[in-house]
């Protein structure tokens, strides 16, 4: 009895429609990957899984980072969840890129930034992440400077 209470507070949790998901398969091969999007640093090539990032709701992004690429100082407007799938990944926490104070994630290891968490990450080799969350996903640089799309619109 008290097994089928607690089971049925757990699913009355659940947000509506969260059982009623449809069956999706992806294979790596069949991954179309781009450049990344202006908000992160030239030099990634991104591939979405599932959803849009663009829109409200849940997304799964693969990104391809190569060995030394940074992403400065940054927070979203919603929680973020990496996986890393190959390479290492490092993170770290606060306003300033400190290399001394992020954890090197290897295949496997996984994060999670909470809304307005305010974060960075850089890779010391090829490396792939995944990334899931609620859209729509945004980002915004601690210091304006460091964002790419400020970058690209100082040349034009």
């Not at 927070?75 to 190959?86: D, K, Q, R, Y």
């Amino acid at each position: 009895m008290r097994t089928t209470f607690v089971t049925a507070l757990l699913l009355a949790a659940l947000p509506a429609g969260a059982l009623a998901m449809d069956h999706m398969t992806v294979q790596p091969n069949a991954l179309k990957w781009g450049p990344s999007p202006p908000g992160l640093p030239p030099g990634a090539q991104v591939s979405v899984v599932a959803g849009d990032p663009g829109k409200d709701g849940p997304y799964v992004i693969r990104a391809k980072l190569p060995s030394g690429y940074k992403i400065p100082p940054h927070f979203h407007p919603t929680a973020e969840n990496v996986t890393v799938l190959s390479g290492t990944f490092h993170v770290g926490m606060g306003d300033s890129f400190d290399t001394k104070k992020g954890e090197a994630l290897k295949a496997g290891g996984f994060f999670q930034a909470d809304k307005d968490m305010h974060h960075y990450g850089w890779t010391s080799g090829p490396t792939v992440i995944q990334v899931h969350g609620m859209g729509p996903f945004a980002i915004t640089y601690v210091n304006p400077n460091d964002d790419p799309r400020n970058k690209s619109a100082k040349k034009q």
